[in-house]
């Protein structure tokens, strides 16, 4: 039985799996694994190609393109594995990629999900800004990384490498256990994409499971292969999203307070864009906040369902303090600096 589903969500990306697919492929011939890859209606000619290259490799041929997260609910609803790694389709991997966290799962019951480390494709000293070592968010949810704090990218130099737990593993290779991401309600397709790993894990995190991050695995990630780091659909999704995040899984005693910060913190930052003459990603915060309460409605019925599956809401991984006011006021932008505050 093939153990591992690891599945490609492919959108219009033929080169990309021209170019990624291949180390997959030779780096993950176990026989407790499968790849699988499943297209998001794609208009370009990624099935032809898998059809002509990798007749081998199993397809699911999706109707439209669900964007990422409903893309890989609608993909992995149809597969069986005992553990699934939903890997982005602009991954290196590594030779022993695979088996660290696949022998984490086998030996630790209470892990439900993990990342390896994830490196720059293109500078492969630094890591790469979407996971690195492992996700935090800080108590107003802002995301950062361990190797990662903004925009501020370090390079590795083993100084990350202990497997440890986190609040988040990255999306563009996340190792999950196929009964834990079912039972948790998987991806929310109304995130479309970003940050929708994020509220995966903090569901998961509130429901009592341990989420690592194990550095003994090795890819490497391009990232903004799909929407550029400078789209402003992408500053959208990330603004509103955030918002999704925070509405449905803060606990009832700080869900006022934290959003009464977020909005005059999102209020900033678009009045810095203005000031900078960023005009359009001026308009994006407010378009984003305009989306968060015309869905208001949709997201209070989903809290109502997931306050009474909450087991655990104190956990070690959220930052106690502000990592906006820490980076641009205390200059601390390395994982180091701020890490034995995390482990109180």
């Known amino acids: 039985m093939n153990r591992i589903g690891i599945v490609i969500l492919n959108w219009n990306g033929k080169d990309l799996l021209e170019k990624f697919l291949p180390s ?3 780096h993950s011939k176990r026989e407790w694994a499968e790849i699988i890859v499943a297209d998001n209606a794609s208009d370009d000619d990624s099935i032809a190609f898998l059809e002509q290259k990798y007749p081998d490799i199993r397809t699911i041929k999706l109707d439209k393109n669900y964007g990422f997260a409903e893309g890989y609910n609608r993909a992995l609803s149809q597969l069986n594995h005992e553990y699934f790694v939903l890997l982005n389709s602009d991954v290196k991997v590594s030779q022993n990629w695979l088996d660290p966290i696949y022998h984490q799962f086998e030996n630790n019951a209470d892990i439900a999900a993990a990342q390896p480390k994830i490196k720059d494709y293109y500078r492969k000293s630094d890591f790469e800004y979407a996971g690195a070592a492992g996700g935090f968010i800080d108590y107003l949810a802002y995301p950062f990384c361990r190797g990662r704090i903004l925009d501020v990218i370090e390079k590795d130099k083993g100084q990350y490498d202990k497997t440890i737990d986190v609040f988040w593993a990255s999306g563009a290779a996340l190792f999950i256990r196929a009964d834990i ?3 948790t309600g998987g991806l929310d397709g109304d995130f479309f994409a970003h940050m ?3 509220d995966l894990c903090w569901r998961i995190k509130n429901q009592g499971h341990r989420i690592i991050c194990d550095p003994n695995s090795t890819v490497y990630h391009v990232g ?6 400078h789209s402003t659909r992408k500053l959208f999704l990330n603004f509103r999203n955030n918002l999704f995040m925070l509405y449905k899984n803060l606990p009832s005693n700080r869900l006022l307070f934290i959003f009464f910060y977020r909005m005059i913190l999102d209020g900033v930052a678009a009045f810095k864009f203005l000031l900078t003459g960023e ?10 906040h305009m989306s968060f309460y015309s869905m208001l409605a949709k997201f209070r019925k989903k809290r109502k369902v997931l306050l009474p599956l909450v087991t655990k809401n104190h956990h070690n991984e959220i930052y106690r303090n502000s990592i906006i006011f820490d980076y641009f006021l205390r200059r601390k932008r390395k994982y180091s600096q701020i890490e034995d505050q995390l482990k109180a």
């Open 24 to 26: 997959v492929i030779s």
């Open 279 to 288: 005009f359009a990603n001026f308009t994006v915060v407010f378009k984003a």
């Open 181 to 183: 991401y079912k039972k």
């Open 224 to 229: 903004g292969a799909t929407l550029p780091h």
């Open 196 to 198: 929708e790993e994020i």
